[in-house]
T-cell receptor, first 116, second 111 residues
Framework: DTAVSQTPKYLVTQMGNDKSIKCEQN?????MYWYKQDSKKFLKIMFS???????INETVPNRFSPKSPDKAHLNLHINSLELGDSAVYFC???????????????FGEGSWLTVV | AQSVSQHNHHVILSEAASLELGCNYS??????LFWYVQYPGQHLQLLLK??????LVKGIKGFEAEFIKSKFSFNLRKPSVQWSDTAEYFC?????????FGTGTRLQVFP
């Protein structure tokens, strides 16, 4: 009963392909995120959704498109994959405090994407 | 804008040695502070967090951290490390909507 689950865990694909990573959380949280961890282990936020609405959209190429069908799911679709997209993508979720608008963020196990 | 600095990029210790990993942040307002750990090939796990109250917070696996507001610091400590503590440690700060991570510290513990 993993709290934040992502599929697939490993993905090897060729340049130019389109791929999706799915994420689901069963914590009842209202906010979900996608983070990217590069080869130097640096973690950077890509997107954040609160109750299915886009809240944060960092400077990410348009080839990356998040989709949130409901507040328990946040999928990441990537078009025309490039070599530089190779990274670990972490989904995460949090329950935001209504006053401070902050909560603890819990991460999924990561999806290792390799573009060849 | 908020930012986080972890000055120790790679720390090598023998078992039973004491550990202190530095973390400094910059943000003018109220912050929430976190330490996450990433064991080899695994996901990020929350070690401990500070929201308010006692600036000395205790986390899992014997870790603790102290928030010193005047120094904008949130250093992680453990009195006696074990081989199983070998991992990457990330300090993170949340002042606004975003959780911003430091560049991480790689800890290697040798038996």
């Amino acid at each position: 009963d993993t709290a934040v689950s992502q599929t697939p865990k490993y993905l090897v694909t060729q340049m130019g392909n389109d791929k999706s990573i799915k994420c689901e959380q069963n914590l009842g949280h209202d906010t979900m995120y996608w983070y990217k961890q590069d080869s130097k282990k640096f973690l950077k936020i890509m997107f954040s959704y609160n109750n299915k609405e886009l809240i944060i959209n960092e400077t990410v190429p348009n080839r990356f498109s998040p989709k949130s069908p409901d507040k328990a799911h946040l999928n990441l679709h990537i078009n025309s994959l490039e070599l530089g997209d190779s990274a670990v993508y972490f989904c995460a979720s949090s329950q935001e405090d209504t006053i401070s608008r902050r909560g603890t963020i819990y991460f999924g196990e990561g999806s290792w994407l390799t573009v060849v | 804008a908020q930012s986080v600095s972890q000055h120790n990029h790679h720390v090598i210790l023998s078992e039973a040695a004491s550990l202190e990993l530095g973390c400094n942040y910059s943000y003018g307002g109220t912050v929430n502070l976190f330490w996450y750990v990433q064991y080899p090939g695994q996901h990020l796990q929350l070690l401990l967090k500070y929201f308010s109250g006692d600036p000395l917070v205790k986390g899992i696996k014997g870790f603790e951290a102290e928030f010193i507001k005047s120094k904008f610091s949130f250093n992680l400590r453990k009195p006696s490390v074990q081989w199983s503590d070998t991992a990457e440690y990330f300090c993170a700060v949340r002042g606004t909507d975003k959780l911003i991570f430091g560049t991480g510290t790689r800890l290697q513990v040798f038996p």
